[in-house]
Every structure is written in structure tokens, then in C-alpha cells.
């Protein structure tokens, strides 16, 4: 409808809301007493908003939430497996990435690139390259390779396994660094160790019996202390956190205890000025190695971000060793508590369990009605929830993390 | 008493499905009006709400509650919405819909026999029905602007949260979404029960 000139075109249906400033109200409130045109424009824009006013609220199906538990379930389910196929899939991409990477070093770029080869077991893919490689032939397609073997290990969450060669072996290919403080490189695999597909730092306790616990297939590694088989919803699982860590026991398994973990996390970040930050970075590596951990993300660029993982009982000497690399500032360590947070988040888990179990009996004797499956549905979600609550606890306290930022403190050698 | 909906957001992240269940509860009925005022038809709206919901699950561990989680939860479903009528414009509408699609003859016979209801609370309906339908036939921004202003009384402040536009330009959807719906009951008016004719 249309309004007077002296109202700017929405002016009218702002008023009515109330949503014009205060001196502008009362102008409006007496131009509208006193012009018919718009006293007739407003009279309609409020027929209008009466109107949609009046409209009653709906009530929503009666089946909404019921039809939409059940679609929560399937996401969850859906979440779950995606998580665990990417779980299994990255060390896959990553022992990929590793043996493309050996053929290619081992076809193209010669003897002269990898120096020296030893197979150990040890997880993680690290490629240095000094000058003299990077300025000959196929410099690019080396660096592109090298950044991406770099990624292939990078960005994923802390308790997951590295990429690893077949068998669990690792690559490490290097030429003589000008600073000579580069890794020695090694290809290795089948080792003991690797035919479990362990890929996992040896400090780790492993055993057999491990394993059929953990309810890993096809030897999967089990990541953490206290891992727990994934998608095993209905069997008993019993943990037991004490000062000396975090035990689990699965149905009629052995009561000795399957892994320990103090479950405190360790957290550290610095900054670390050094004269060169290749070399610091692979000094950094080797400490890393030394203690059973691996560098997490590590790029070339200079002064770019490195992240260490390393086993819990290793996280203060690697981190005292990586300050010993450069001149550490701004050093900060966090080492919360977990166990109250996992003693609780486990004992709702087992009074879950034990209240489920109390339904599935009912079922089984014939006692159960629709009302009771329909609590056991919303127990096993319960647990479900519970499980994975747990499970990101256990990650935060598998591997102590060291973020070390890297300060130059003289610029990098020519021809890097 | 009730836990707040930022109590039950950090319970939902921590993993506790039972949470988001919580919440669906508190907002179904005002996410499903939404979806009905939008859509126009109860089996769009049931699906919409639905998807609002799963979404809204799906995107939690992302929410870092820089807005209240009312305001983020429409800001969901008002993106579905838009989602909603791309999705759904090949499909036939029902209901009310056919019945005025032909504006010739058969509106007519229809009209007749609404003005003919004895009952108070029918012509209601038919009252709202036919408001739901021109309010159908409005552009879509500004259809959701009036939705969520005067049927789902939000401020200006929170309409240019939900829909992330100016303030200014809530002001102005509105306007003219009021503006062209007072139209279109001024052309259909013979969709109206008398007592709204009169209006």
C-alpha cells in the first residue's frame, strides 16, 4: 500500500514492529495521526500481520522423534564406520605412498640419494633431502614427493598409526645434510613386529593376547592404552583405572593386565630459535625416533610447524632433548589428570552395560515387551555414546605432543 | 529443572546422544511450524524437520556457540529451507495447492461451499489455509522473513543472525513481503471466509 512521501518506503512496517529508534517513533506516531494515506497503509499492513498471527501452531507428527532416534542411530552407525575405515585406510595410503617412494628413489634417483638402508621396525616416513640432490635432476618431482610423503603422515589425530611401509617397516632415504646432522635412513620391513602390521612405536607392550582382546581384525594395531575393540557393543568389556594406569579385560580374557598407561596427558608446546631449521628439524626427527615416536607434521618451508608424538614415559626427556636443538622460548607443558574423567565416563559405561544386559535377559526369557526393547535401544545408544567418550580419552593420553615452532636465526645456506 | 540448551549442546559433544534428544524435544514443534509455514504441506514439513535435526547433529562438533544454539539451529533450517524448495520444484504440490492452481471455475465451486461451513472452527481453517497458501506464493526471503517475524515473533536483531543478512535488509523483506501479501489477499479475496472479507 501505498504511503506518503514524507515516510521513507519501510518505515511504516518497522513501526509497527516497534523496531525504529525512539525519536523516530514518535515522529512516525504523529505524522500517522495526522495522514490519512498512511493511517490507511498502516491499518492494512497490521490486517496483515493479525492475520499470519492468528494462524494456529501445527503439532508435529507424533512419529517425529521416534523416526528421528532411529535416523541418529544410522548416523552414528555411519560415523563410526567411517572413522574406523579411515583408521584403517590411512596407514594404507601411507605404506602406499612409502613404497612409491622407494621405487621411485631406488629407479631414478640412484644410489646417491639413499645412503643408507636398515630395517628395524621403526614407524614413520621421513625424506631429507640436502642441496646436492635437490640441485640435480628432478629436483621438483623429488620435492613434490617429499612434501607429500611429509603430509601423508601429517594431520591425524594422536593414537592413530603412521604410515607405515608393508610389514610395518619404515623409509628414511638422505643424503649427507651440509650441517652433518641428518638421520640415517632406512628401509625395512617383515620384521616380527611388522608382520602383525604394527607400525606403532616398540615401546608399546604388544602381545597376542593383546590382540584377540583388543578385537582388532586383521592386525590392526592397537593404538592406546586400554583400546578397546570397536563395533563389539554387546560383550562385556571391564577396565580398571589405578595409579598404575588403565587396565582392560574383555570377557574371559586373562586378568593380567593388557596395556598401562598413567592416563595423564602430556602437552607441551615452544618455540625454538635455531641457526638452521632443516637441521633442527632433523634432529628433532631423531629424537622423535629415538623415543619410539615419530614426527607428526613437518613441512620444508623454513620455520614452519613440526609436532613430535612420542610414548607417554618418553614425553619429558624427548621434550628436554628438543629443547637442547636450539634456544627454547616460550616453553609451555601441560600435564591434566585424566583418570577421574575416565574412571567416571567408564563407570557409566559399565552401569549401562549391566542395564542392558538386565534387558536382553528379560527379551530372552520371553518377559520383553515392545517398551522394553524400545530401553534397551536407547541403553545401547547410551553406550555407544559412552564408548566413543571413552575412546577420545584414551587418544589424549596414548601419545605425549610436543608443537615446536621453529625461529631462524641466520638465513638458510645458499641453494635451498 | 531443565538444563539450558548450552548445558545440553557441551553434553551432546561430549558424546551423550541422549542430549540431542533433549533437544529435539524442546524444538520440534517450533522447528516443524517452520517447516509447515514454509513448505505448506505436513509430509514436506515432517521431512524438513527431519533433515533440520540430523543436520544440526551432524554439524555439532563445529558449533563453537558464537551465537545462541536457538539462533544457529534456525540458521540450519532456514538454509534448508532454501535447499528444500530447490530440491522439491519438480514435484507437484497437494492439497490446497491443486485445488487454486486454476484460478477459472473450480475456485469458485470451492469457495462456495467454504462460505457455506456452519462451523466457526472450520472457516478458521479454511481462513489459515488460504492464508498458508498466498503466504506459499511469496518469494522465498520473503517468506522466510515474515515466517520468522510474525509467526515465530523473532526481533529484527535475530532474524539478521538466522538469515545472516543486514538489519536493514530484514526491514526491508519484511516491507514488501507484507506489502505483496496484502496484495494478493486483496486480489483472492473471495478465498476468505466473510468474517476475514470484511477485514
Redesign the interface.
Known amino acids: 500500500m501505498a504511503t506518503c512521501d514524507w515516510l521513507v518506503e519501510d518505515e511504516l512496517s518497522a513501526y509497527l514492529d516497534r523496531e525504529l529508534p525512539a525519536a523516530r517513533t514518535t515522529e512516525v506516531e504523529g505524522h500517522v495521526a495526522a495522514c490519512v494515506t498512511c493511517r490507511e497503509a498502516l491499518a492494512g499492513l497490521q490486517v496483515v500481520r493479525d492475520m499470519l498471527r492468528t494462524l494456529p501452531s501445527v503439532t508435529p507428527p507424533p512419529h517425529l522423534v521416534a523416526t528421528l532416534q532411529g535416523r541418529m542411530s544410522e548416523v552414528r552407525r555411519r560415523q563410526r564406520v567411517g572413522a574406523e575405515r579411515r583408521r584403517v585406510l590411512w596407514p594404507l595410503a601411507g605404506a602406499a605412498a612409502a613404497i612409491l617412494l622407494v621405487v621411485f628413489s631406488l629407479n631414478f634417483l640412484g644410489p646417491a640419494l639413499v645412503r643408507h638402508v636398515a630395517g628395524n621396525g621403526q614407524a614413520g616416513v621421513t625424506v631429507a633431502l640436502n642441496e646436492e640432490t635437490r640441485a640435480g635432476t628432478g629436483t621438483d618431482s623429488v620435492s613434490r614427493l617429499d612434501m607429500d610423503a611429509r603430509l601423508q603422515g601429517g594431520g591425524r589425530t594422536p593414537g592413530s598409526q603412521p604410515p607405515v611401509a608393508p610389514g610395518g617397516g619404515a623409509v628414511t632415504s638422505e643424503g649427507p645434510g651440509s650441517d652433518g646432522a641428518a638421520l640415517p635412513g632406512r628401509v625395512g620391513g617383515n620384521d616380527k613386529e611388522g608382520d602383525k602390521g604394527a607400525g606403532q612405536p616398540q615401546t608399546k607392550p604388544t602381545s597376542e593376547g593383546e590382540a584377540a582382546i583388543s578385537g582388532q581384525a586383521g592386525g590392526t594395531p592397537v593404538t592406546g592404552p586400554a583400546a578397546k575393540g570397536d563395533g563389539d557393543s554387546t560383550g562385556s568389556v571391564s577396565r580398571e583405572v589405578t595409579a598404575a594406569g588403565v587396565q582392560e579385560q574383555r570377557g574371559a580374557e586373562p586378568a593380567a593386565p593388557v596395556q598401562t598407561t598413567v592416563p595423564v596427558a602430556h602437552r607441551a608446546s615452544l618455540t625454538l630459535q635455531v641457526n638452521n631449521p632443516d637441521v633442527a628439524r632433523n634432529r628433532i626427527a631423531a629424537a622423535a625416533q629415538t623415543a619410539g615416536g615419530r614426527v607428526e607434521v613437518s613441512y620444508t618451508a623454513a620455520a614452519g610447524p613440526v609436532s613430535v608424538l612420542v610414548p607417554p614415559e618418553r614425553f619429558t626427556e624427548t621434550l628436554e632433548t628438543i629443547k637442547a636443538v636450539g634456544v627454547p622460548v616460550a616453553v609451555t607443558v601441560e600435564e591434566p589428570d585424566l583418570s577421574a574423567q575416565y574412571q567416571q565416563t567408564l563407570s557409566k559405561l559399565q552401569s549401562l552395560e549391566k542395564e542392558a544386559a538386565s534387558y536382553r535377559q528379560q527379551l530372552q526369557g520371553g518377559q520383553g515387551t515392545a517398551y522394553v526393547r524400545q530401553l534397551l535401544a536407547l541403553v545401547e545408544q547410551q553406550k555407544l555414546a559412552r564408548e566413543q567418550e571413552l575412546k577420545n580419552l584414551e587418544e589424549q593420553f596414548s601419545w605425549g605432543v610436543i608443537n615446536i615452532t621453529l625461529q631462524g636465526r641466520e638465513p638458510a645456506a645458499p641453494g635451498r | 529443572m531443565s538444563l539450558s540448551d548450552e548445558d545440553l549442546v557441551e553434553r551432546v559433544k561430549?558424546?551423550?546422544?541422549?542430549a540431542?534428544?533433549a533437544l529435539?524435544?524442546r524444538y520440534?514443534?517450533a522447528l516443524?511450524?517452520l517447516a509447515?509455514?514454509y513448505t505448506g504441506n505436513?509430509e514436506d514439513?515432517?521431512d524438513l524437520?527431519?533433515e533440520i535435526?540430523?543436520r544440526a547433529?551432524?554439524s555439532m562438533p563445529g558449533f563453537r556457540q558464537e551465537a545462541t544454539f536457538r539462533t544457529w539451529l534456525y540458521q540450519i533450517a532456514t538454509n534448508l529451507c532454501r535447499d528444500n524448495r530447490r530440491r522439491r520444484s519438480g514435484r507437484p504440490s497437494i492439497s490446497l495447492d491443486e485445488v487454486i492452481a486454476t484460478e477459472q471455475g473450480e475456485v469458485d465451486r470451492e469457495l462456495e461451499d467454504w462460505s457455506q461451513s456452519p462451523e466457526a472452527l472450520v472457516e478458521?481453517?479454511l481462513?489459515?489455509e488460504a492464508?498458508?497458501k498466498l503466504?506459499n506464493e511469496l518469494p522465498r526471503e520473503y517468506r522466510l522473513a515474515?515466517i520468522l517475524?510474525?509467526?515465530e515473533g523473532f526481533?529484527?536483531d535475530e532474524i539478521a543472525s538466522i538469515l545472516r543478512c543486514s538489519k536493514g535488509t530484514v526491514?526491508?523483506r519484511?516491507?514488501?513481503g507484507?506489502?505483496l501479501?496484502?496484495e494478493k489477499?486483496t486480489a483472492n479475496r473471495e478465498l476468505f471466509t466473510p468474517f476475514?472479507r470484511l477485514?
Open positions: 561430549a558424546g551423550e546422544a541422549a540431542f534428544e529435539v524435544i520440534q514443534k516443524f511450524n509447515y509455514r505436513r514439513a515432517s524437520a527431519q535435526f540430523i547433529y551432524q478458521s481453517r481462513d489459515s492464508i498458508q503466504l515474515v517475524r510474525d509467526i526481533t529484527y526491514r526491508s519484511l516491507n514488501r507484507r506489502h501479501l496484502q489477499i476475514l477485514m
